[in-house]
């Protein structure tokens, strides 16, 4: 009798040990499939990369009147990296000048050809002018010698005397003549002269202002600041080997880090929740542990594509509030953007929400049972759900379909 009620004892503990150690495990399991249903702050977020730029930034750009002397495009031949910190007449780059030196070149020769023709000029208008001079001299000697025949033949006949006359007041007619035409041909010498020698001059000036070009294109900084490079028209960077030209001047860019922005692009589901005014938390890839306050500023109201995709864009601008001496533009930008936001609201993961015949319901634990109960929902996020009706506070749901429940009936709400 002994050993049996021995027996009966060591069985009794036997099933409470199994007993304990399969509730234990049991709860266990159901406490890594559970969560409670809390009550707290609701927060709908957008969550969209972009990159920083600065909202106010001074252009860097190549020589302005390349274009007055017929160049158009020009290569980037030397470049300081992105992000060099340089003050005001600093080396920014260099431009290619063989152009230019070419265009100098043709100007030395078309100089010396200038110069040439003056010179031609200028001897051709001395000798012209000499052999008039010679004209007039003989001229006013022929008149003095006639003169002095005429005092000589004094006691000639009067037709000799007549005749003498006559040779003299011609040869005065004819000096008169000479000296008008002398004037003449001065007066076409010297403007003659003006032309070659301002032929001569127009391309002295023209070589003058290709060196001073030249000059322009080795690029200094004209501010204190930060090289930042200039986008193309298709997006990529300007680098060595890229061209400016007279309606793209710009090499590179001075931005000013106190007015920062975070430039992104929405899809077609999330911009329709995006508005401006929105408040914003900015972070940065490259610094994990910086997070700025912003605010949505401009939401573009067209989509764009971007190349090798058909999906459309919505360009969003959100203003940093604040700064920081780490952030630089070009930053790859993580943005949370708050659409909505509910206080003292229950909520429950997404994972918990089952559905079925158009029907939102919940498994629910309930002592040592499970139910299965409708929930009315309410905004959702990438995380949770607000719950409208259905579920209590600190009530415990399933992640996970429990075994066996799939056919369970729905308690329905009231």
């Known amino acids: 009798m002994n050993k049996k009620k021995a027996a009966y004892v060591i069985g009794a503990i036997l099933l409470l040990v199994i007993?304990?150690?399969?509730?234990?495990?049991?709860?266990?399991?159901?406490?890594?499939?559970?969560?409670?249903?809390?009550?707290?702050?609701?927060?709908?977020?957008?969550?969209?990369?972009?990159?920083?730029?600065?909202?106010?930034?001074?252009?860097?750009?190549?020589?302005?009147?390349?274009?007055?002397?017929?160049?158009?495009?020009?290569?980037?031949?030397?470049?300081?990296?992105?992000?060099?910190?340089?003050?005001?007449g600093d080396?920014?780059?260099?431009?290619?000048?063989?152009?230019?030196?070419g265009k100098i070149l043709d100007a030395q020769l078309s100089l010396e050809t200038a110069q040439s023709k003056y010179t031609q000029q200028q001897l051709d208008t001395t000798l012209t002018l000499k052999q008039e001079r010679n004209t007039i001299k003989d001229l006013l000697f022929n008149i003095e010698e006639d003169k002095l025949e005429l005092e000589r033949s004094a006691?000639?006949?009067?037709?000799?005397?007549?005749?003498?006359?006559?040779?003299?007041?011609?040869?005065?007619?004819?000096?008169?003549?000479?000296k008008a035409d002398y004037d003449i041909k001065k007066r076409q010498a010297n403007a003659k002269m003006i032309e070659v020698g301002t032929e001569v001059s127009?391309?002295?000036?023209?070589?003058?202002?290709?060196?001073?070009?030249?000059?322009?294109?080795?690029?200094?900084?004209?501010?204190?600041?930060?090289?930042?490079?200039?986008?193309?028209?298709?997006?990529?960077?300007?680098?060595?080997?890229?061209?400016?030209?007279?309606?793209?001047?710009?090499?590179?860019s001075l931005?000013?880090?106190?007015?920062?922005?975070?430039?992104?692009?929405?899809?077609?589901?999330?911009?329709?929740?995006?508005?401006?005014?929105?408040?914003?938390?900015?972070?940065?890839?490259?610094?994990?542990?910086?997070?700025?306050?912003?605010?949505?500023?401009?939401?573009?109201n067209v989509g764009e594509?971007?190349?090798?995709?058909?999906?459309?864009?919505?360009?969003?601008?959100?203003?940093?509030?604040e700064t920081n001496k780490n952030i630089r533009p070009g930053m790859t930008t993580s943005n949370r953007i708050l659409t909505n936001k509910e206080e003292a609201v229950l909520m429950i993961p997404l994972e918990a929400v089952f559905s079925k015949d158009s029907i939102s319901y919940a498994y629910v634990k309930s002592g040592l049972a499970i139910d299965k109960k409708q929930i009315e929902l309410g905004v959702?996020?990438?995380?949770?759900?607000?719950?409208?009706?259905?579920?209590?506070?600190?009530e415990v749901v399933y992640l996970n379909k429990p075994a066996d429940l799939e056919d369970k009936s729905i308690t329905l709400l009231k």
């Open 19 to 88: 007993a304990y150690f399969y509730f234990s495990s049991s709860s266990e399991t159901d406490a890594s499939i559970t969560a409670k249903v809390v009550k707290g702050t609701f927060l709908n977020e957008v969550y969209i990369s972009g990159e920083a730029q600065s909202t106010s930034s001074k252009q860097i750009n190549g020589p302005a009147n390349a274009r007055r002397f017929g160049i158009y495009n020009i290569k980037i031949q030397d470049l300081v990296p992105e992000g060099t910190v340089v003050k005001k």
């Open 91 to 101: 080396f920014i780059g260099k431009l290619d000048v063989s152009e230019v030196n």
């Open 155 to 178: 006691y000639e006949s009067p037709a000799t005397i007549r005749s003498l006359e006559l040779k003299i007041d011609k040869t005065g007619r004819d000096l008169k003549e000479k």
């Open 202 to 252: 127009k391309h002295k000036k023209r070589i003058d202002e290709l060196l001073q070009l030249q000059k322009e294109f080795t690029i200094v900084s004209d501010d204190d600041g930060m090289i930042t490079y200039i986008k193309d028209w298709n997006g990529t960077k300007k680098k060595v080997g890229s061209t400016i030209s007279p309606w793209e001047p710009a090499i590179a």
């Open 255 to 300: 931005p000013d880090l106190t007015k920062m922005e975070s430039k992104t692009y929405s899809n077609e589901v999330d911009i329709r929740k995006i508005k401006k005014g929105l408040i914003t938390k900015i972070g940065f890839d490259a610094f994990p542990e910086i997070e700025l306050d912003g605010i949505v500023t401009e939401v573009a």
């Open 305 to 321: 594509s971007k190349a090798g995709s058909d999906i459309k864009l919505f360009q969003v601008l959100i203003k940093l509030n």
């Open 380 to 394: 959702s996020n990438n995380e949770v759900v607000i719950i409208n009706k259905g579920l209590e506070e600190n």
